[in-house]
Nanobody
Framework: QVQLVESGGGLVQPGGSLRLSCVAS????????MGWYRQAPGKQRELVAS???????NYAGSVKGRFTISRDNAKNTVYLQMNSLKPEDTAVYYC???????????????WGQGTQVTVSS
């Protein structure tokens, strides 16, 4: 079992910045991918950014150049630095932990509780 604890969400003006943090604990497998997803009302949950344990990253085109994902493997923590925020970035942001379960022969996902990010004047 993996638990994800998020922090850093809130209200920010357009053009502002926020940094989200997510700490994973429990039965952590060192080979994993952590990332951030977001879901706006009435829309599908979408990948914002992800990062593997080796540091390979992936970003949604809408946030590339504005957001930066990073991680501290020793602390099992992933960060999302969000700059130049836009109103369309408003959503609930979810931390994700993914690994391959050999016993179940499938990928497994764990999710944080979600943190609200609101970009508005």
């Amino acid at each position: 079992q993996v638990q994800l604890v998020e922090s850093g969400g809130g209200l920010v003006q357009p053009g502002g910045s926020l940094r989200l943090s997510c700490v994973a604990s429990g039965n952590i497998f060192s080979i994993n991918t952590m990332g951030w997803y977001r879901q706006a009302p009435g829309k599908q949950r979408e990948l914002v950014a992800s990062i593997t344990n080796t540091g390979s990253t992936n970003y949604a085109g809408s946030v590339k150049g504005r957001f930066t994902i990073s991680r501290d493997n020793a602390k099992n923590t992933v960060y999302l630095q969000m700059n130049s925020l836009k109103p369309e970035d408003t959503a609930v942001y979810y931390c994700n932990y993914n690994y391959f379960s050999y016993s179940e022969y499938r990928d497994r996902d764990y999710w944080g509780q979600g943190t609200q990010v609101t970009v508005s004047s």
